[in-house]
């Protein structure tokens, strides 16, 4: 997937000036369709009606190649003008995917191998077996009781279990 983009010379031209809002909308649209589909600026005659949401334009494609924005393709299709002088290449576009699958495989692979210093110990093999000491501290988490507790009462909690805890140590 590429993204494409438009110069900021194209404020200002004449060209530009004076298209129509449809002609303005097949011509972007033409540049979006030709990334998407990595066509290096070829826009085939059967994706004219994804250009513009009305359907196909064939007068604001006259005007694009009276302009000489576009060109006709020997398929019946089009090709954009100057097409790869902004947007980057088919090629260009899938080396980047491809190098950026193989960059993140070998992340996951050392990953694996090197487990963050944060990572708790046997985390993966993990399965949710009984801990060691006391399952339930007295107040804290009783069981019988069903509802939010007060702020008061689970500051007095936390503070029986931290004395617990210092006790035995």
């Given at each position: 997937?590429?993204?494409?983009?438009?110069?900021?010379?194209?404020i200002?031209?004449?060209?530009?000036?004076?298209?129509?809002?449809?002609e303005?909308?097949?011509?972007?649209?033409?540049?979006v369709?030709?990334?998407?589909?990595?066509?290096?600026g070829?826009?085939?005659?059967?994706a004219?009606?994804?250009?513009?949401?009305?359907?196909?334009?064939?007068?604001a494609?006259?005007?694009?190649?009276?302009?000489?924005?576009?060109t006709?393709?020997?398929?019946?299709?089009?090709?954009?003008?100057?097409?790869?002088d902004?947007?980057?290449?088919?090629?260009?576009?899938?080396?980047?995917?491809?190098?950026n699958?193989?960059?993140?495989?070998?992340?996951?692979?050392?990953?694996?191998?090197?487990?963050?210093?944060?990572?708790?110990?046997?985390?993966?093999?993990?399965?949710?077996?009984?801990?060691?000491?006391?399952?339930?501290?007295?107040?804290?988490?009783?069981?019988?009781?069903?509802?939010?507790?007060?702020?008061?009462?689970?500051?007095?909690?936390w503070?029986?279990?931290?004395?617990?805890?210092?006790?035995?140590a």
């Amino acid at each position: 997937m590429a993204d494409t983009r438009l110069k900021d010379s194209l404020i200002g031209d004449p060209k530009m000036e004076n298209l129509t809002d449809a002609e303005w909308r097949v011509w972007t649209l033409g540049y979006v369709y030709a990334n998407k589909h990595l066509t290096n600026g070829h826009i085939p005659a059967r994706a004219l009606r994804y250009l513009h949401p009305d359907g196909e334009k064939p007068v604001a494609v006259e005007r694009l190649l009276a302009l000489r924005l576009w060109t006709h393709h020997r398929d019946g299709g089009w090709e954009i003008v100057d097409f790869l002088d902004t947007q980057s290449s088919a090629k260009q576009v899938t080396d980047y995917l491809e190098g950026n699958r193989r960059r993140v495989k070998e992340w996951r692979e050392r990953q694996a191998d090197n487990p963050s210093p944060n990572a708790l110990p046997n985390a993966s093999r993990r399965q949710g077996k009984a801990r060691s000491g006391p399952a339930v501290v007295e107040g804290l988490d009783s069981g019988s009781e069903v509802g939010p507790r007060s702020v008061r009462e689970q500051d007095a909690a936390w503070g029986r279990f931290h004395a617990a805890d210092q006790e035995s140590a």
